[in-house]
């Protein structure tokens, strides 16, 4: 069974960074694509972030410029760095990770930007 384990959340100004990380059980080679979801109260879950096996990345439009999504095989980690956070990116953020198969999902980090 796969495992995500989200980490790297907490409470940050606004104008603030912060860097999410998702740790896989298995190898992250195996999912494509991987990618960080984030949900705020009331409002439906949506994609900040993925990046497929070969590497290319995708963006939401309102992340654009401030987040990155990197990622490190041999660790079987995925990052999220976030810089010039706005209390609109308060959340909670999840990791995903895609096969044919199933989409796997982590249980989710905090963020909570204050202004």
């Known amino acids: 069974q796969v495992q995500l384990v989200e980490s790297g959340g907490g409470l940050v100004q606004a104008g603030g960074s912060l860097r999410l990380s998702c740790a896989a059980s298995g190898s992250i080679s195996s999912f494509n694509p991987m990618g960080w979801y984030r949900q705020a109260p009331g409002k439906q879950r949506e994609l900040v972030a993925g990046i497929t096996r070969g590497g290319s990345t995708n963006y939401a439009d309102s992340v654009k410029d401030r987040f990155t999504i990197s990622r490190e095989i041999a660790k079987n980690t995925v990052y999220l760095q976030m810089n010039s956070l706005k209390p609109e990116d308060t959340a909670v953020y999840y990791c995903?990770?895609?096969?044919?198969?199933?989409?796997?999902w982590g249980r989710g980090t905090q963020v909570t930007v204050s202004s």
């Open positions: 995903n990770a895609a096969t044919y198969l199933r989409d796997y």
